[in-house]
């Protein structure tokens, strides 16, 4: 969607507002269950994502996935025409979930989610095969069950297959022109 929009679209992700662990060893923050709610502070995500609809400036957290914890740094992000929220867990709030004008739903397979996670985790986070796999039993698919799946009740649309979906593909980019040719 960035590509085909460009400049008129910005992202807000979910991942970026993992609460700060300052107070933890990495030890202990390696440990932590990143996958349930409580991990994040989704009402300063609510928050941004208000600010950003009427038209303001957020500074967003960044969170560093090596560390297991919120970077010093922010990413200044400015209002949008079209402002797309991304996480796993974004429908489970319902403060955040009534600030969205469309709720879309990426449906992927089980194995495919945990082929992209184990790819990810060992190649852009430092992470041990073991590790991700022990993270996925231990916490990922379960908290998924617990929270994720059930989510996907609130969504407007459910896509099957991602990206490679190009009729739901088509359906979305049309919305998005009219939404852009109506503002």
Same mark, same amino acid.
């Given at each position: !969607?960035? #590509? @085909?929009? /460009? ?14 662990? =300052?107070?933890?060893?990495? *030890? ?7 996958? $349930?709610?409580?991990?994040? *502070?989704? =009402?300063?995500?609510?928050?941004? !994502?208000? *600010? !950003? @609809?009427? %038209? ?10 090596? #560390? ?8 200044? !992000? ?8 991304? /996480? ?6 319902? #403060? ?6 469309? @709720? ?12 992209? @996670? ?7 986070? %430092? ?7 022990? #993270?996925?039993? %231990? ?5 998924? $069950? ?14 099957? *297959? /991602? /990206? ?9 980019? %049309? ?5 852009? $040719?109506?503002?």
């Amino acid at each position: !969607l960035i #590509q @085909r929009f /460009g400049d008129v679209v910005t992202v807000l992700s979910h991942d970026n507002y993992y609460r700060r662990l =300052d107070h933890l060893t990495f *030890e202990e923050r390696t440990k932590i269950n990143y996958d $349930e709610p409580a991990a994040l *502070e989704t =009402d300063l995500m609510s928050r941004h !994502l208000d *600010e !950003l @609809r009427r %038209g303001n400036a957020i500074d967003c957290p960044i969170y560093d996935f090596t #560390q297991h914890n919120r970077s010093n740094d922010t990413i200044h !992000l400015v209002p949008k025409k079209v402002i797309i929220v991304e /996480g796993i867990l974004i429908f489970e709030n319902k #403060q955040l979930r009534d600030l969205m004008d469309i @709720r879309i739903f990426v449906d992927t397979d089980s194995d495919v989610r945990l082929c992209r @996670r184990i790819v990810r985790d060992v190649r852009d986070r %430092g992470r041990t095969l073991e590790s991700v796999i022990s #993270q996925y039993l %231990g916490t990922v698919k379960p908290m998924h $069950e617990m929270y994720v799946e059930p989510s996907k009740k609130y969504a407007n649309i459910i896509v099957p *297959e /991602g /990206g490679k979906n190009l009729v739901a593909l088509d359906m979305i980019t %049309g919305r998005i022109r009219r939404h852009l $040719e109506e503002a």
